[in-house]
Nanobody
């Protein structure tokens, strides 16, 4: 069974950067679209970015455009987070999907990586 593991979260000051990683055990990410979601306290879960197996990227959150980018290699999918803002504070999850735009998400969710942006 696929297990997803997010890593790289932490505490960072506004304007700082973090890089999250999403890796898998029990299967490979190589054939799946992979996306990043986030959920801030008291907020709905939000889809941010999705990268297909052919490296086509879809962006879903206007608030992160130009600051958060998604990439992948054979082992993992990454979320590079630059110019972080306080409002980026959230639990970040990676997911896999049955389709190339992360609209049909598989039931495999990791524990998430906490990102806290604070001075």
């Amino acid at each position: 069974q696929l297990q997803l593991v997010e890593s790289g979260g932490g505490l960072v000051q506004p304007g700082g950067s973090l890089r999250l990683s999403c890796s898998a055990s029990g299967s490979t990410l190589g054939y799946s679209a992979v996306g990043w979601f986030r959920q801030a306290p008291g907020e709905e879960r939000e889809k941010i970015l999705c990268i297909s197996s052919s490296v086509h990227i879809n962006s879903y959150a206007n608030s992160v455009k130009g600051r958060l980018t998604i990439t992948r290699d054979k082992d993992a999918v990454y979320l590079q987070m630059n110019s972080l803002k306080v409002e980026d504070t959230a639990l970040y999850y990676c997911i896999t999907a049955y389709d190339n735009k992360c609209r049909d998400v598989t039931p495999y969710w990791g524990q998430g990586a906490q990102v806290t942006v604070s001075s």
